[in-house]
């Protein structure tokens, strides 16, 4: 299994960019998609997960909902997350991660940290003024 992030790079403040995570070895009908990021001098925090059972998408954080969109394509075993309205605190390596989705109904962003299986190696976002 390999998940393999792209899409990073240097971007300027309030433009928007699209990270993808493209997918071998699993389906997203058996595993959900998260996207974390890492800060210099920080923890890795999640951003978002989008369970495709139900279609659903869960924040970890608040403050970013508003900018963020998260979405997968199947066809292309890719995931995507759309960053938008940037700031030079979204300076980041950003990473996304496969949690093993169960057949339980009740999901959430708890359901799938604690359901992690794979990470990508991280693409690298550096937001300028």
């Known amino acids: 299994v390999q998940l393999v992030e792209s899409g990073g790079g240097l971007v300027q403040a309030g433009g928007s960019l699209t990270l993808s995570c493209t997918v071998s070895?699993?389906?997203?009908?058996?595993?959900?998609i998260g996207w974390f990021r890492q800060a210099p001098g920080k923890e890795r925090e999640a951003i978002l997960c989008?369970?495709?059972?139900?279609?659903?998408?869960?924040y970890a954080d608040s403050m970013m909902k508003e900018r963020v969109t998260i979405s997968t394509d199947s066809a292309k075993n890719t995931a995507y997350l759309q960053i938008h309205s940037l700031k030079l605190e979204d300076t980041a390596v950003y990473y996304c991660?496969?949690?093993?989705?169960?057949?339980?109904?009740?999901?959430?962003?708890?359901?799938?940290?604690?359901?992690?299986?794979?990470w990508g190696q991280g693409t690298p976002v550096t937001v300028s003024s």
């Open positions: 991660a496969g949690s093993f989705r169960d057949s339980a109904y009740y999901y959430s962003m708890e359901s799938f940290l604690k359901a992690i299986v794979y």
């Open positions: 989008r369970d495709n059972k139900y279609g659903r998408t869960y």
């Open positions: 070895g699993l389906s997203f009908a058996d595993y959900n």
